[in-house]
């Protein structure tokens, strides 16, 4: 069981590039390892429907950087 607060999408602050709409959705958790996998996960389902998806997150980032 992971404490996951999930806050309901909203437009990005650039809302719309070219012809593609953006939306903004905030996770709150403590960051690890199972919240890595998790968002992975998500990420490889949502590419496999030909949905474009970018999770962008400077932990995770950071985090990816270091497993490197």
Not at 12 to 29: E, G, L, M, T
Not at 49 to 61: A, D, L, P, Q
């Amino acid at each position: 069981n992971i404490p996951i607060m999930l806050y309901k999408p909203i437009p990005a602050p650039i809302d719309k590039i070219k012809n593609k709409f953006r939306w903004r959705i905030i996770i709150k958790c403590k960051f690890g390892e199972d919240i890595i996998k998790i968002l992975n996960d998500c990420n490889e389902f949502f590419i496999k429907k030909n949905n474009n998806v970018n999770i962008n997150g400077y932990n995770i980032i950071r985090k990816r950087r270091n497993e490197l």
